[in-house]
């Protein structure tokens, strides 16, 4: 499945409704070209109760992704916004709180949210790098 940001954020308010009870805000979302890193959730400051400012939803449109594989990473991603919204973690990091959590969405739901994924069988999507790229970078 190729990656767009309407596909992500199509994708962002189905979870949200489906494992969060629509309680979080939709973020700026936006593509990565990183094969190293499938996801990421950031927040500029977070600020009195419940208001982060500047959140911000990024995904890997480097592979070519299995739906169940782009889900799990986009709920891993939402589980972040999740804790720091609610204050939980305002580091977003993978601590107790976030293992807690995505222990119990996968118990209840049969997701598969972990702290990493195995992209190694994977394809590249037409969004990712040509080679020669990278050799140009190299030498």
């Known amino acids: 499945m ?15 409704r489906l494992y969060f009870n629509n309680e979080l805000y939709l973020p ?28 911000r939803l990024e995904v890997t449109c ?8 782009l889900r799990d990473v986009i ?3 939402m589980i972040h916004y999740y804790l720091a919204f609610k204050h939980i973690d305002n580091d977003l990091t993978h601590g107790e709180a976030f293992h807690e959590m995505s222990e119990d969405l996968n118990n209840k739901y049969g997701l598969h ?22 050799l140009s970078k190299i030498f």
């Not at 949210?113 to 990278?134: H, M, N, Q, W």
Request: aromatic fraction near 14%.
């Open 113 to 134: 949210v972990t702290e990493r994924i195995d992209t190694s069988d994977f394809k590249p999507s037409s969004c990712a790098p040509k080679l020669g790229y990278y």
């Open 2 to 16: 190729e990656i767009t940001t309407e596909l992500l954020t199509e994708k962002f308010r189905e979870y949200n």
């Open 75 to 77: 709920v891993h991603e």
């Open 62 to 69: 480097y592979y070519d992704w299995p739906e169940d594989a």
């Open 28 to 55: 700026r979302m936006r593509l990565l070209k990183s094969f190293r890193m499938c996801g990421y959730f950031s927040c500029k400051k977070i600020i009195g109760r419940r208001r982060l400012r500047g959140e």
